[in-house]
């Protein structure tokens, strides 16, 4: 790889950072996404302040009884935390005097949090992204596609406009994959203690990424296994890193990992269970067992397994093929990356085929493990966010892999085909994904009360796009029963769901304050496109 250029203006990474950054600033809408990081912010507050986890009157909707008979959160403070300085900050800004007459809608608080949150998350994603795309032999046009790929084209982009943990999870475990790997190759027992804080930070967000933390060490294995095999393709035979595959070398560098990974996995997990035992008095439940009993005493028609009671067939099939949900239509790209990983396997690197395989199995392993779950399809969200981050994990090397293998495919039989729907398809998964920003995620949820299901969603929300901007909502049948019934949804449904928009829509705010908004959105509009062209014309000097 060429040496990095002096001026910052010509550095790739630099200029892929400040996308990165204008990006999740230009998608922001004001409002923190969802009801779910709503109430993981208010959990923030109560980091810091004397209001409580969850107030009354939420309950029954929201909370569990804990100690005390106290109403508490049954999310992991993981997210929280993140969001404490943003809250600190935003706090402070809400109560200037300029803000005095405002309504907060949307709150001064959640526009501070969400977009310095969002943003800070998707530049540090831009760059551990980056990293990892090199570590795995990438050049650097290939990693930044395939980073600009990960922002741009899978379910991130929605995740970066409403802010659901998803995009956290997916930094952290890419620090984690990254990391690790910088270990297995150097030695570098740093570098996997960096690795494995991460893993480890993301149990406290969600206990299922415990299953992240599994893949990361089946990762660590199977390049370890690819690596040390005799006549792979691209192995390093003289690495001696790679030839502990063999024997009793193998249990060493296996021993030498847990010394320093398990550690911090307990740890972590502690304070989870710390946690868990403050507020529940255990240090062995979690909280599915407290809200199915809350739940059962509410509605004693529920099933005995509850909430486990989605027949294994129908979770699975559902988050594959159904048309509300299926990860194939909400992330295209990663049909690119199953094809690809059969169809150039024999020429793939062993660090390649490790990641393929391994980001396969963290996805089939998250589909049978939610399958089950009575809400396996994460409810209000775009697509099925319990596994959508498994998901862009794996269509992270979707785009390198195109650009690395086009001079092969092009010179075969069917590689012009293969190279030309790959292209149709990144079009394909770019237009899905801008298309989720346009309305506030709620809109075809209510509109399936009345239009029924199964729903495709994806066509029900270009059909929306084009009727509100046509001004035919009405005579196309989409304004539906549901939508007035909460006034403050309706408001936020029917507007398009960036900031200017949302101000200009609900209305109390300032009319200057409102035109001030659109000029600066789009400036920073211009300055990503600016910024675009700069990159590309950047990466030119890199092969």
């Given at each position: 790889m060429p040496p990095r250029p002096t001026h910052y203006l010509r550095d790739p990474l630099f200029l892929l950072c400040l996308t990165a950054g204008l990006l999740a600033f230009v998608v922001q809408s004001g409002e923190l996404g969802t009801s779910d990081t709503t109430h993981r912010l208010q959990t923030t507050h109560w980091l810091w302040t004397s209001e409580p986890q969850v107030f009354p009157y939420e309950y029954p909707e929201f909370g569990l009884h804990g100690r005390g008979g106290r109403?508490?959160?049954?999310?992991?403070?993981?997210?929280?935390?993140?969001?404490?300085?943003?809250d600190i900050v935003g706090t402070w800004i809400s109560h200037w005097p300029i803000f005095a007459e405002y309504e907060d809608d949307p709150s001064v608080r959640g526009i501070v949090v969400s977009s310095s949150t969002n943003i800070l998350v998707t530049v540090?994603?831009?760059?551990?992204?980056?990293?990892?795309?090199?570590?795995?032999?990438f050049s650097v046009r290939e990693s930044v596609a395939g980073v600009l790929a990960l922002l741009f084209c899978t379910t991130h982009l929605h995740y970066t406009q409403n802010m659901m943990e998803n995009n956290s999870i997916l930094l952290l475990t890419l620090t984690g994959f990254s990391f690790q790997y910088e270990w297995l190759r150097t030695d570098n027992r740093r570098a996997l203690f960096i690795g494995s804080s991460a893993l480890g930070l993301n149990l406290l967000t969600r206990l299922t990424t415990g299953l992240d933390l599994v893949a990361t060490g089946i990762f660590v294995l199977l390049v370890l296994w690819f690596g040390g095999r005799a006549g792979t393709p691209g192995s390093p035979p003289s690495n001696p890193l790679f030839e502990a595959a063999r024997g009793r070398?193998?249990?060493?560098?296996?021993?030498?990992?847990?010394?320093?990974?398990a550690p911090?996995?307990?740890?972590?997990?502690?304070?989870?269970?710390?946690?868990?035992?403050?507020?529940?008095?255990?240090?062995?439940?979690?909280?599915?067992?407290?809200?199915a009993r809350e739940e059962r005493q509410i509605d004693p028609?529920?099933?005995?397994?509850?909430?486990?009671?989605?027949?294994?067939?129908?979770?699975?099939?559902?988050?594959?093929?159904?048309?509300?949900?299926?990860i194939f239509l909400f992330d295209?790209?990663?049909?690119?990356?199953?094809?690809?990983?059969?169809?150039?396997?024999?020429?793939?690197?062993?660090?390649?085929?490790?990641?393929?395989v391994t980001s396969l199995i963290l996805l089939a392993t998250y589909i049978c493990f939610y399958a089950r779950y009575t809400f396996w399809s994460g409810d209000f969200a775009w697509g099925d966010r319990y596994v959508s981050t498994s998901v862009e994990l794996a269509a992270l090397i979707a785009v390198p892999?195109?650009?690395?293998?086009?001079a092969a495919l092009t010179g075969e039989r069917l590689g012009k085909t293969i190279w030309f729907a790959g292209c149709l398809l990144i079009a394909v998964?770019?237009?899905?994904?801008?298309?989720?920003?346009?309305?506030?995620?709620?809109?075809e949820i209510y509109q399936m009360e009345t239009l029924g299901h199964p729903t495709f969603v994806i066509a029900l929300r270009f059909k929306n796009i084009a009727a509100f901007a046509l001004g035919k909502m009405d005579a196309w049948g989409l304004n539906t029963e549901a939508m007035p019934q909460d006034p403050w949804d309706y408001v936020h449904i029917t507007t398009w769901n960036f900031l200017p928009f949302v101000l200009r829509r609900v209305g109390e705010a300032p009319r200057w304050v409102v035109d001030i908004a659109f000029a600066v959105w789009f400036a920073a509009l211009a300055a990503l496109g600016a910024v675009l062209v700069r990159l590309r014309n950047s990466v030119r000097a890199f092969v």
């Open positions: 109403l508490y959160s049954w999310y992991g403070i993981g997210q929280s935390l993140l969001m404490l300085p943003a540090l994603t831009a760059l551990i992204a980056f990293r990892l795309l090199v570590q795995l032999r070398l193998l249990w060493r560098r296996l021993l030498a990992y847990c010394k320093v990974a911090v996995y307990l740890f972590f997990l502690a304070v989870d269970r710390i946690y868990q035992f403050y507020r529940f008095g255990s240090f062995t439940n979690t909280y599915v067992s407290i809200f028609t529920l099933p005995a397994n509850f909430p486990w009671s989605t027949p294994f067939h129908e979770g699975v099939f559902g988050a594959l093929f159904k048309p509300e949900k299926s295209p790209l990663l049909v690119l990356t199953l094809f690809l990983l059969i169809w150039l396997w024999k020429r793939m690197t062993p660090e390649l085929r490790a990641y393929g892999l195109l650009m690395r293998y086009r998964s770019l237009l899905i994904q801008l298309a989720s920003l346009a309305f506030w995620l709620p809109l």
